[in-house]
């Protein structure tokens, strides 16, 4: 249910710190050891309701043309019950679980039994075998970056059976879209309660794994750090990456061939939104090696946040722009659309250029040039589990001396661009802009929060250098 966004200010390690990095993150690493009634509530909140949000958002659509409001009104007045709701609900279908059992053996396939050749031939682009950022236990995982070539097998036989073979229709997924749903929903519980499980009973590594003492916590929380199968079956990469993000540009490519089916044309409000998400899931594959060093790999446990999230909130609710624009094909005004595009891509780039900005300073330890200047930083020293000092900097130069987490202002500048050009007419496409601001403003609280209880006063001094979080000048 996260965004791919990196964690924490951009920072770079003396060498001297390095040989400490295990003990130095024993303090800092992950979820909770302990659970207060705040987060329990909240765990319980998500658990019992986020399934509901996601049926009600798909229901509204399928029976109300996606009104927020209809399905409320006509039950408190009477006009329907529960029951004839629910009994209108699709459900599941032989050929949806054959659909999507051939879909996650797919990409479990590519992923497992297929290296990555695209780094062989694509300037720039870093995959095959790379490490990740050492875990708590002090152990190094290899994984076998190979997202990119993924996407692009998978979309060039989607194409090929569009325009060639003709196996399936391209609406497919909007055919069986809630009978899906169902099967999503397996698939999530199902690998949640098996990583719990295997915590409990075979973790990969013990050392790796946290328990609170509490069932509904360490069950959406996770227990696991980096629960695998195998030298090679990452749970957090596979289930982050695959099937979710792939199944994204897919999904709306599906919605925008339902589109021309019913409505003779698709609109530029469905080719916006099926360009400016297909950036961002391309950025996410090229740049997936850089994704290990995120917080959902170097912070986040495995357990039903990511295992049902990634299978069933992501493909679900972050599609819910271009699924609107099946029931209601809006057709914007080229300034309109133009001013969307603008959004989008000025996001992306803000987006982009700010990641890159903080990789460049990491790799380098601070020897580089942030827009055309020697960047300014704030020399730090805080004290690891043993009792160690270590130094490292903050970077105040560039995006980074504007706010804190401009990565992330970026990121909500293109979320606003998808729902923008759906137009006015209904509340449900911008429900995405609405998380996003959560989840992101929530993450930097406790990214802030992390880092304040690791640096202490010299975070005080970067906080003072760089006064503001997401909105320069503003907050």
Same mark, same amino acid.
């Given at each position: ?6 964690h ?14 295990r003990?130095?993150?024993?303090g ?8 207060? +009634? &705040? ?7 998500? $658990? ?9 958002f ?11 409001t ?11 019950r529960?029951s ?5 609900t ?6 949806a ?19 990555d ?5 694509l300037p ?6 790379q ?26 036989l ?6 060639f073979?003709? +196996? ?13 749903l169902?099967?999503a ?16 009973? &075979? ?6 794994c946290?328990f609170?003492g ?21 749970f957090k990469l &596979? ?10 540009t897919?999904?709306?490519?599906s919605?925008?061939? @339902?589109?021309?089916?019913?409505h ?5 409000a469905?080719?916006?939104?099926n360009?400016l ?12 090696a +850089?994704?290990l ?14 295992g ?14 271009g699924l ?7 057709q ?8 969307? $595009? ?12 700010a ?14 040039l942030?827009?055309?200047? @020697? ?10 589990a ?5 130094h490292?900097?903050?970077l105040?130069?560039?995006f ?14 293109g979320s ?20 996003m601001?959560?989840l992101?403003t ?26 503001h ?7």
């Amino acid at each position: 249910m996260a965004a791919k966004s990196l964690h924490d200010a951009p920072k770079t390690k003396s060498p001297g710190s390095i040989a400490n990095s295990r003990a130095a993150t024993q303090g800092q690493w992950g979820r909770a050891w302990e659970v207060d +009634w &705040f987060s329990l509530a909240s765990v319980l909140f998500l $658990l019992l309701f986020a399934p509901f949000i996601v049926y009600y958002f798909i229901m509204a659509c399928d029976q109300y043309s996606c009104s927020l409001t209809a399905p409320v009104l006509d039950v408190a007045t009477g006009h329907a019950r529960l029951s004839d709701i629910w009994a209108k609900t699709p459900p599941v279908t032989k050929r949806a679980a054959q659909l999507y059992t051939l879909w996650v053996t797919f990409q479990v396939l590519l992923y497992v039994a297929l290296p990555d050749f695209c780094h062989k031939f694509l300037p720039g682009y870093v995959g095959g075998v790379q490490e990740g950022a050492v875990t708590p236990a002090g152990v190094v995982n290899k994984y076998e970056i190979n997202g990119l070539q993924a996407w692009l097998i998978t979309h060039l036989l989607w194409f090929a059976n569009s325009h060639f073979l003709s +196996w399936f229709s391209p609406t497919i997924i909007f055919d069986n879209w809630i009978p899906l749903l169902w099967c999503a929903n397996v698939l999530g519980y199902a690998v949640s309660t098996f990583a719990m499980l295997k915590g409990y009973f &075979f973790p990969t590594n013990a050392k790796d794994c946290k328990f609170t003492g509490n069932f509904f916590y360490n069950y959406m929380m996770g227990i696991e750090f980096n629960p695998r199968i195998g030298k090679w079956f990452d749970f957090k990469l &596979f289930f982050n990456g695959r099937p979710g993000i792939v199944a994204w540009t897919l999904i709306n490519l599906s919605f925008a061939a @339902k589109q021309r089916e019913l409505h003779g044309q698709v609109t530029n409000a469905m080719v916006l939104v099926n360009v400016l998400q297909a950036i961002y899931v391309l950025d996410f594959f090229w740049n997936e090696a +850089w994704y290990l060093k995120t917080i959902d790999i170097c912070h986040d446990h495995f357990g039903w946040y990511l295992g049902w999230g990634d299978c069933v909130w992501l493909p679900y609710l972050y599609t819910l722009q271009g699924l609107y624009l099946v029931y209601h094909p809006v057709q914007l005004s080229a300034p309109h659309a133009a001013g969307v $595009l603008l959004l989008g891509l000025l996001g992306y780039y803000v987006f982009r250029m700010a990641n890159h900005q903080k990789d460049l300073f990491r790799r380098t330890d601070g020897r580089c040039l942030i827009w055309g200047k @020697k960047p300014k930083v704030i020399e730090c020293v805080y004290t690891s589990a043993d009792g160690q000092k270590h130094h490292t900097k903050l970077l105040v130069s560039g995006f980074w001396g504007m706010a804190r987490h401009l990565n992330y202002t970026g990121d909500l500048m293109g979320s606003l661009a998808y729902c923008l050009a759906c137009g006015g007419g209904h509340l449900l496409p911008y429900f995405y802009i609405v998380y996003m601001t959560i989840l992101l403003t929530h993450r930097c609280l406790r990214d802030e929060h992390r880092c304040a209880n690791k640096y202490g006063g010299d975070w005080e001094r970067y906080t003072a250098a760089v006064p503001h979080r997401l909105l320069p000048g503003i907050f």
